[in-house]
């Protein structure tokens, strides 16, 4: 049963697990926020809407935002397109891991949830020049989260900015392939920003929702994403949305799902409900760990598991 | 709709390409199977069955017999002793992958579905010697398909025992770290064993269906698996099971399912639907090329995609 | 014996083993050359000199450069902190490699002749500036090769420039483990300045001649390395001079030696003997293979392998 | 000067360095080694010889047996044939890696030196059963230290057989690739075997003494091994004897070494000088910490280093 009262001690009990975790680093401005920190906010099957905890707070989406990006870079391309140059296989590796692109013959990234993957994605957006491409992943975003007032944090933005070499060398080993036509420059520009758009629990659950209502806003009846992006998206999210660590939360969780480091998780199903959780505490892999404790318990108690 | 004309004519549609794949090599039994062979058989929601094609020629097992091993591993000893030595992440890398066990800090098996996760499941099933292991491997199978006859071929056997210094390979290695406590020879044997048992489309069809009702054999009310060992079965397959084709097979066919070199697709879903395929002319990656189709077409028209 | 009689016979015998090898195509300004060039020049151990082929053809240093930065590197910084950041062992990868860095927990490239380690030499080149720097390391060039007349070819650098996304790749990967300080643009922009530098096969046969006297020129008397350097250096490049055909070269030649994919390679001995020999046409891995061929005979006839 | 008292002084010296390191710990039986053993052995270019500390202590030969095997497999088979097998490349792997088998399109191991490229020697040694094999290798290897009642201790042997089976997984790696002919676990007797010969710092400095004048005993007048191989084993030794510690070695001592697990380390020169050092107690990598730095000692103060 999902209602308030469950979602209140779903945080109370999992709110110790953040002790575990750690808030990312290799941001300077991720460590500011508060490990502490949990919350979580649910779309039912039936319309309502319920959240529990920190899911006020405002954090950054970061690689949350890699289904979106994908997503319009597929709208924008064509799937044929996109999937010549970004492959859908989950890797054993881990998120920027740049070693199988030199080892593997076809210099491929895996899939568009490692950064190497979602950095192409982001070279694959259309637009006459960055600024007009980033406004078109922002409005995508405000539309499948419903809030059309998101922004990204600037200060989080310039410390990506600061602090992004590994992606860069990423890019430009991708650029070396001759993958990127535009300045790996203006890609990266793209790519922080998009990291730095700043949502909260029920916007990321309201995206979860639209995708799990297979791209339908069933208040308005309006379409936000096409069936077949849907259905893509929850199959490498499934597969490949939390990293490393895809396999065994498809197995603990069994929800598609996409983690970011701002400590984000957005959890969705094929039955019509929506999660958006945010802990800022990491695991080791780089996910949410009381968050995905939260997912691991609602899910099991609910029976929201795919299989 | 999936009915025997339905099944007729995707057989017809399909079998040309059956002339882009390669009947597997590496085993030189396995060589003298017809390239053009091609069959599929289906168990519907409502109990019926149907066959098309060579859905009665026998084909050796091969890999499918991973998935019946590891959730036997599981029964054996618990998921919490398995996980600890096999991991459930998919891994990018092909069927027969040593690297990463090296590379790796953990030196752990990716999954169970890839040779090295196999072997170690393998080396785990409980049993007084290796005959007595072997035994009860072939009984869950054969409880599984629904025939009490399955036996190995002997010639596909002694090739397979001929012919497997790279799962030698693999199984010292593994044993180099003290996860496999048998002699190697033993558990070799055991697993060439169980690769070489002889099903047809209908026997591996019936083992799909019996995974699709949660473990439990609708006509007769028998259980045969548990349901948790299901709902494991159904998402290792769904993310690992066509090797480092899983994830563009997950989204093309978009059934849990696992294939092996043999020729052979084990295809579920959550329905209570069971398919079994078989055509030995393989793709690069190992996996059925026309079975492939065949699977592809039949998920399309009749919605059996999970996403 | 060697003289005029003997190196023009060393190029007429291998002028037709151009044939084999191909012009760098990468850069596309290195495609222009003559792939048919070949050319040797030697100076003595009792201070004759010979050239013989196009031995007068200039053309540019690309990675022989690396013993000359990597040179000055250690005098600016000392050997413990150069090697506090850059390793000394040869490496079977090829000289762009990147996987590495990742796999091996040092993140410490292997060595300064691969061009990981020459892009972090060149990043320690004391100066104030980007032009001081490369103004040192042109300096220390131009002195070794006794020609003070030495420029770079604009179009090459500039070719270099444009195509350079692997380097910088590489750079901005070591950079993200925090071991270059200044700005990569700087960093790539001298090092694709110092690549592009124009000698002759006198010029670098001149630097190897400084090199196997232990750093003096004989003629002058002046000092021009010291004779740790130069012992560090023949060290290096007999291990590593070559990439990944290093050994095979060590066996084959047996003197310490650097290529360069523009066509030049640099060899020296512990016995007063330079030697600089030119042809464009490169082997798979990157080395000119007639060249290559001209010093294996070479050092079979006049016993100059060092083992 | 290398004499009695410059020989105890050394041991002396470096005698607290045994401290920092660990006695090889994989192979049970090489444990009981007292880690403060240090023992020095040399033949001088005069016919002189010298011994210091534990010089007449037995130790397992181990892996400096490789050069030995290596010798042998080119004197039965030719280099081509060797050759087109084994690589001479230095490689950055630790001595037990697999990895790079896979990973390298040529699945050929670098060099001799490391466990992969010995075992493959050890395959192609001569003789109508692993007996004579086995024979023939100790025979040379008794001919080079001129000790002709070198045997392989018993218990070392069983102990290597007991936990060898990392190096099977990679003797049926190779295999696999069809490069190795006889059953694995003959060839891996026979490599057990080689491994655990004991010597003593005279044996392995006679060895190296042989080596350093090309072959031929000094003494007698007799020639044990032929010019070029030695040419080729200092080669290798310089570029690869000391596992991923090569490049350092070469830099800090700078004579062709190699060093064996069980505590030796032979050094070689070009002068007539031949070095044996024994000191179980290991770095990181696997090399003798004080022995090494007693040959490091040893060559500065004597101008050993080839360069």
Redesign the interface.
């Given at each position: 049963m999902i209602n308030q009262q469950a979602l209140e001690k779903l945080v109370a009990e999992n709110r110790a697990i953040t002790a575990t975790g750690t808030v990312a680093s290799y941001i300077p401005k991720l460590k500011e926020k508060n490990p502490s920190d949990l919350g979580i906010y649910v779309f039912t099957e039936d319309g309502a809407e319920y959240g529990a905890g920190d899911y006020n707070t405002k954090f950054t989406i970061q690689s949350i935002s890699k289904i979106f990006v994908f997503a319009l870079a597929v709208m924008d391309n064509g799937e044929r397109e996109v999937?010549k140059l970004i492959?859908?296989?989950?890797?054993?590796?881990s998120f920027n891991?740049?070693?199988?692109l030199?080892?593997?013959d076809t210099h491929k990234p895996?899939?568009p949830m490692i950064n190497a993957g979602a950095i192409l994605a982001t070279s694959m957006i259309h637009g006459n020049n960055k600024k007009e491409k980033f406004n078109r992943i922002l409005d995508l975003i405000r539309a499948c989260c419903g809030n059309s007032s998101l922004e990204i944090n600037e200060s989080v933005y310039h410390s990506e900015k600061d602090t992004g070499?590994?992606n860069?060398?990423?890019?430009?080993?991708i650029?070396?392939y001759g993958l990127i036509e535009d300045e790996?420059d203006n890609v990266m520009d793209t790519y922080f920003k998009q990291c730095s758009i700043e949502v909260t629990c029920r916007d990321i659950a309201h995206a979860a929702w639209i995708i799990s209502n297979n791209g339908v806003n069933k208040r308005t009846g309006q379409r936000v994403l096409s069936q077949r992006i849907?259905?893509?998206l929850?199959?490498?999210m499934?597969?490949?949305g939390l990293y490393?660590?895809?396999?065994?939360f498809?197995?603990d969780v069994?929800m598609?799902s996409k983690s970011g480091v701002g400590g984000g998780i957005l959890s969705t199903t094929?039955t019509g409900i929506g999660i958006g959780v945010y802990g800022p505490a990491l695991d080791q892999k780089g996910n949410s760990v009381a968050g995905a404790a939260m997912l691991k318990a609602i899910s099991r108690d609910n029976g929201l598991?795919?299989?």
């Open positions: 999937f492959g859908v296989e989950p890797t054993g590796d891991s740049i070693a199988n030199e080892l593997k895996y899939n070499d590994r860069r060398a990423l890019a430009y080993f650029k070396s790996v849907c259905s893509i929850k199959t490498v499934f597969t490949c490393d660590a895809s396999g065994s498809a197995l069994g598609p094929n598991a795919i299989f």
